[in-house]
């Protein structure tokens, strides 16, 4: 089965640029989308989607890439609120029937 | 506004059911395919399938083939998650969510559910 392969932490400091990366043998042709949550058992926020592309009310300072095998959503000038646990997501079939989210990253910023 | 309101939470036994529901208003109920996603606590974002509201198709994620089924009623623009067979390990966050539509000149249509906990204990 499918899976998108992330680390299980990060740490930065304030002000730094974190970088979370998600690999998976799909990425190259398939998009790849970024969700924070803060606490568990709260749903997701989407942060960006289709590799780059940022929602409405999300900092500038969210952005994402992608190239090869692995997606990586950068937070520039990461603050103290960005501390969240991240998720990819994403589809490894063309006609999008199967989807997998990413282990978790959990951004520490201190 | 868009809302996709769950049901309440559940207690279940091992080897039970549960069936939860997913209310939603605000947009087209058929327009976009609903995912049903599960957290367990402390763990991850899982996947489980996906339906879509206009035919009834549904997708499985290969680990709950045979054990979940989703299904929809459009009249009440409500989706359900049938979940059988409750191990302890169900315990989890089940959300509905419309996930990261992306319509050229529109912004992205995310949307998801409050979740509901479902708790599976002898």
């Known amino acids: 089965s499918y899976e998108l392969t992330q680390s299980p932490s990060v740490s930065v400091s304030p002000g730094q640029t974190a970088r979370i990366t998600c690999s998976g043998d799909?990425?190259?042709?398939?998009?790849a989308y970024w969700y924070r949550q803060q606490r568990s058992g709260h749903a997701p926020v989407l942060v960006i989607?289709?590799?780059?592309k940022r929602p409405s009310g999300i900092p500038e300072r969210f952005s994402g890439s992608s190239s090869g095998t692995t997606a990586t959503l950068s937070i520039s000038g990461a603050q103290v609120e960005d501390e969240a646990d991240y998720y990819c997501?994403?589809?490894?079939?063309?006609?999008?029937?199967?989807?997998?989210f990413g282990g978790g990253t959990k951004l520490t910023v201190l | 506004q868009v809302q996709l309101v769950q049901s309440g939470a559940e207690v279940k036994k091992p080897g039970a059911s549960v069936k939860v529901s997913c209310k939603t208003s605000g947009y087209t109920f058929s327009e976009y395919y609903l995912h049903w996603v599960r957290q367990a606590p402390g763990q991850g974002l899982e996947w489980m399938g996906r339906i879509n509201p206009n035919s009834g198709g549904t997708n499985y994620a290969q680990r709950f083939q045979g054990r979940v089924t989703l299904t929809r009623d459009t009249s009440f623009s409500t989706a359900y998650m049938e979940l059988r067979w409750l191990t302890f390990d169900d315990t989890a966050f089940y959300y509905c969510a419309i996930i990261a539509v992306a319509e050229e000149g529109l912004p992205v249509f995310d949307h998801w559910g409050q979740g509901t906990l479902v708790t599976v204990s002898s």
């Open positions: 997501y994403s589809t490894d079939t063309s006609d999008k029937s199967n989807w997998v």
């Open positions: 799909a990425l190259p042709t398939k998009y």
């Open positions: 989607y289709q590799d780059s």
